[in-house]
């Protein structure tokens, strides 16, 4: 089955470590994003990548990071300068840079930090 | 940039009833507008797009409207049932750019 795959569902943090958020995707699509969900916030864009090895900061991309090594995958690293990390994360994926075509998400990533 | 506003932000009907979820925007040139559904837990997936030279789209149960010149699209939903209780989202994406803006999201609840 194609599709993208996030994980872990569920990961908790301590204060001051970083964390990494992984996403794959097997639809061989070039486009891909993070977005952070908060209540009544709707979806935030945290970076997006429209091709392999090339990466741009979205609304809200302080205390992240990413990388883009290979075209399938789109790795998160929520650092400990991020002040308020607590949300869940949506990774998507679409066909080509435009987003002007369908945009499928993954299952997300519950972040929590204690 | 792009500003979406989407109303209600939580909606609650009976079975059977229809729901009408509407969102405004403020770039003209907008030309591409996606609904999503999100159930609990769970990635937001496609329902229904529609694009700036056509009025209407309608798939089943589901249909969205386009009225360029006053800048808002809606999603119509007809016979509503428990399962398309969810949050729903709208989007618009500009022709300068390849990244959507989202609503804040609406909270469709259908009661039994």
């Known amino acids: 089955d194609g599709g993208i795959t996030q994980s872990p569902k569920y990961l908790f943090r301590k204060e001051g470590q970083n964390v990494t958020l992984s996403c794959e995707q097997n639809?061989?699509?070039?486009?891909m994003y993070w977005y952070r969900q908060d209540p009544g916030q709707g979806l935030r864009l945290i970076y997006y990548?429209?091709?392999?090895?090339?990466?741009q900061k979205g609304d809200i991309a302080e205390g992240y990071s990413v990388s883009r090594e290979k075209k399938e995958s789109f790795p998160l690293t929520v650092t400990s300068a991020q002040k308020n990390p607590t949300a869940f994360y949506l990774c998507a994926s679409s066909r080509d840079g435009s987003m002007n075509t369908e945009a499928f998400f993954g299952q997300g990533t519950r972040l929590t930090v204690v | 940039g792009e500003n979406v506003e989407q109303h209600p932000s939580t909606l609650s009907v009976q079975e059977g009833d229809s729901a009408v979820i509407k969102c405004t925007y403020s770039?003209?040139?907008?030309?591409?507008f996606p609904w999503y559904k999100q159930e609990l837990g769970k990635g937001p997936q496609l329902i229904i797009d529609?694009?700036?030279?056509?009025g209407e789209k309608k798939d089943q149960r589901i249909a969205v409207t386009l009225n360029k010149t006053a800048k808002h699209f809606s999603l119509h939903i007809t016979e509503t049932q428990p399962e398309d209780s969810a949050v729903y989202f709208c989007?618009?994406?500009?022709?300068?750019?390849?990244?959507?803006?989202f609503g804040r999201g609406t909270s469709l609840i259908v009661h039994p």
């Open positions: 990548s429209q091709i392999v090895n090339d990466f």
């Open positions: 529609i694009r700036s030279n056509v």
């Open positions: 770039d003209s040139a907008s030309n591409y």
């Open positions: 989007a618009v994406l500009s022709g300068g750019s390849y990244i959507p803006t």
């Open positions: 639809l061989n699509h070039d486009a």
